[in-house]
T-cell receptor, first 116, second 115 residues
Framework: AQKVTQAQTEISVVEKEDVTLDCVYETRDTTYYLFWYKQPPSGELVFLIRRNSFDEQNEISGRYSWNFQKSTSSFNFTITASQVVDSAVYFCALSEGRRAASKLTFGTGTRLQVTL | DAGVTQSPTHLIKTRGQQVTLRCSPKSGHDTVSWYQQALGQGPQFIFQYYEEEERQRGNFPDRFSGHQFPNYSSELNVNALLLGDSALYLC??????????????FGPGTRLTVL
């Protein structure tokens, strides 16, 4: 069965600090997809990134970067020079099979608080 | 380009009642999924609809049912409400059933409170 673990319940940082959110997943499928979503206080889940199991290249988008390591079943998310607007709950999610938009299994989320 | 919309925003019901939540997918999308998010938890998959049929279902009782209309919009129905059904209900839309490049985009959710 698929499972996603986000061990960090809450992280507090001061603005401009770098922060890494951890995600560990379990799956028996060889084809799967990993996602990160951001949930601000408004409640809407905002898509950040999708990665498939065959692409272990790290990705950088502005202040965001993602490190995918199949050897450790991890898909970690780093925010560089954090800002107050980054405060939100971040979810890591997994879908199995060839369809990227199949059922998503979410972790319990990490609440990030960035203060001045 | 309209995103995923849901109605109503908030809803208060009492135990035993029935509720219907509505979702309109993002323009160009034909697949709708529903998730339940209890306070402090990650979203839990309820089911997914494509071509007006339920294609995948999570571990939810039959009290949870859905429907998809020809215009791709969808409804989630919950019968015999329990206190534990209080949650944020999220709708997500995507395109196609065989794509390796698609992503689920979420709406703002409906906050259901059962008293």
């Amino acid at each position: 069965a698929q499972k996603v673990t986000q061990a960090q319940t809450e992280i507090s940082v001061v603005e401009k600090e770098d922060v890494t959110l951890d995600c560990v997943y379990e799956t028996r499928d060889t084809t799967y997809y990993l996602f990160w979503y951001k949930q601000p206080p408004s409640g809407e889940l905002v898509f950040l990134i999708r990665r498939n199991s065959f692409d272990e290249q790290n990705e950088i988008s502005g202040r965001y970067s993602w490190n995918f390591q199949k050897s450790t079943s991890s898909f970690n998310f780093t925010i560089t020079a954090s800002q107050v607007v980054d405060s939100a709950v971040y979810f890591c999610a997994l879908s199995e099979g060839r369809r990227a938009a199949s059922k998503l299994t979410f972790g319990t989320g990490t609440r990030l608080q960035v203060t001045l | 380009d309209a995103g995923v919309t849901q109605s109503p925003t908030h809803l208060i019901k009492t135990r035993g009642q029935q509720v219907t939540l509505r979702c309109s997918p993002k323009s160009g999308h034909d697949t709708v999924s529903w998730y339940q998010q209890a306070l402090g938890q990650g979203p839990q998959f309820i089911f997914q609809y494509y071509e007006e049929e339920e294609r995948q279902r999570g571990n939810f009782p039959d009290r949870f049912s859905g429907h998809q209309f020809p215009n791709y919009s969808s409804e989630l129905n919950v019968n015999a409400l329990l206190l534990g059904d209080s949650a944020l209900y999220l709708c997500a839309s995507s395109f196609g059933q065989y794509s390796s490049t698609d992503t689920q985009y979420f709406g703002p959710g409906t906050r259901l409170t059962v008293l």
